[in-house]
């Protein structure tokens, strides 16, 4: 009966060492798992959020190539056309800016502006100075200066290239020279001598829907009134020339001309150009 009794006593004390061990395991477990849920909690925040970032960039980018296809369709349709409503403020030298010569650096320098039209005619006017100096041919002498002007239009072709085939035709001071007699009331100055008349171009033209703005120009004039303009009665009443040449200033001659320029954007744009401008101001903006 004694040893029955021990065995009960025995096998209650091991079941209830068991339940103090189990309680302390789960007493344990229990902070760990909390912790191990809030830590899962946080990632799937994070992926959540890496995944809505990575959508968004997607959406971004997605709405970027689209308006990106959209400007290449625009820049297209754009190429159809880079002259068109174009005004441009010109600087130059030689025979567009306005005046080619024979004396001295042999060109004026001048400015201008010139407006091309949706038809690409250009209406275009310039403003230059001759400049004055020492004579290079007579060290005693000096050259008389002067002002110059041309007004014309020009005719653009190849408007879907960057380069555009120009003709021009313009009236104004075409030719100068100066007068072999130098004016001992005036220090020793040569007289300014300017004839006017009519002059043809062949233009070569860089111009696109960005501001700049270049322009070679080759050609020749006519002066109806060059023989009168660089001749006159001696003494004896014998008609002379005024310049070097005994024949005077040329009628007709070769003449050429650089011009650089700053072209405004297009006036009166189309939709297709505004849209282009307000998504290119939108990424500007971003």
């Not at 103090?20 to 994070?46: Q, V």
């Not at 971004?60 to 296809?69: C, H, P, V, W, Y």
Request: net charge negative; hydrophobic share 35%.
């Amino acid at each position: 009966m004694l040893k029955k009794i021990c065995i009960l006593f025995f096998a209650l004390a091991v079941a209830g060492f068991a339940q103090d061990d189990n309680d302390s395991y789960e007493d344990e477990a229990a902070p760990n798992t909390a912790a191990y849920t809030a830590a899962n909690d946080d990632d799937e925040e994070a992926q959540s959020s890496a995944r809505s970032s990575r959508a968004a960039d997607r959406a971004k980018r997605a709405e970027f190539e689209k308006d990106q296809k959209l400007d290449e369709f625009a820049n297209n349709i754009r190429r159809r056309d880079w002259l068109k409503d174009r005004l441009i403020f010109e600087l130059g030298a030689g025979s567009r800016q306005p005046v080619m010569g024979e004396t001295g650096i042999g060109m004026g320098f001048g400015f201008g502006a010139e407006y091309i039209t949706r038809w690409h005619l250009g209406l275009y006017g310039a403003f230059g100075f001759i400049p004055s100096g020492d004579d290079p041919d007579f060290s005693d002498y000096k050259l008389e200066g002067g002002t110059g002007w041309k007004v014309g239009l020009n005719y653009y072709l190849f408007p879907k290239n960057p380069l555009h085939l120009g003709l021009s035709v313009s009236y104004g001071t075409v030719y100068y020279d100066h007068d072999i007699t130098a004016n001992e009331d005036n220090d020793f100055t040569r007289e300014l001598l300017m004839t006017t008349g009519f002059q043809f171009d062949v233009l070569i033209t860089y111009l696109t829907n960005e501001w700049y703005y270049l322009q070679f120009a080759i050609g020749m004039y006519y002066a109806p009134n060059a023989y009168d303009d660089s001749h006159k009665k001696d003494v004896t009443g014998k008609t002379i020339s005024r310049v070097i040449d005994s024949d005077g200033i040329s009628k007709f001659g070769l003449v050429f001309g650089i011009t650089i320029g700053f072209a405004l954007p297009e006036f009166f744009p189309d939709a297709t150009e505004i849209r282009r401008r307000e998504r290119e101001k939108k990424y500007q903006d971003d």
